[in-house]
């Protein structure tokens, strides 16, 4: 009998070994895939936060480009208003505002003929009209090299007047 429970002992030993061994190998293949399923998710995060480091050095560059610009725009706006300021200020004795209040330079279109009598040609030519802005009664003087006749005055004039009427200034 003792020989009998021996066997059933080792024979219950040997079908409990076999039951947790089966039980650790199906929690080891588990583990793994979990681990597998983590490697795979930690090279996903990996990537992304290797793309979002990319994309945070390219709005960093961005942003600081765009503060270069903004203190270069407001660099350039104080110039601008200090001379606006200078050119405003410039005064007589008496107080009237003297000096070039505005001005600019722009490309015109002249015509001009060449011929006498019976066979007339007319030419083109292009140049440069210095313009300054000063406080007076709205004249237009028009000084030009080479000398083009009273047409171009004709022209200026209108062209004031449409920007008096465009402006709503005199």
Partial sequence: MEERTRKNYTGTIIIVSIIVNVALAAYSGYSFRQTAELSTQIEDITELYNSLSETYTTLADTTRNLAQ???????????????????SNVTTDNGATTGIQGEASIPIVAVYQIGGWFQ??????VMTADIELRDGDGRALVNTIPKIGIDIQSSIRAAMIVA???????
């Fill in 69 to 87: 610009q903004l203190n270069m725009t407001i660099t350039q706006r104080e110039y601008y208003k200090d001379l606006a300021e200078y050119y």
């Fill in 120 to 125: 007339t040609e007319l030419r083109g030519t």
């Fill in 164 to 170: 008096e009427e465009v402006t709503g200034h005199l």
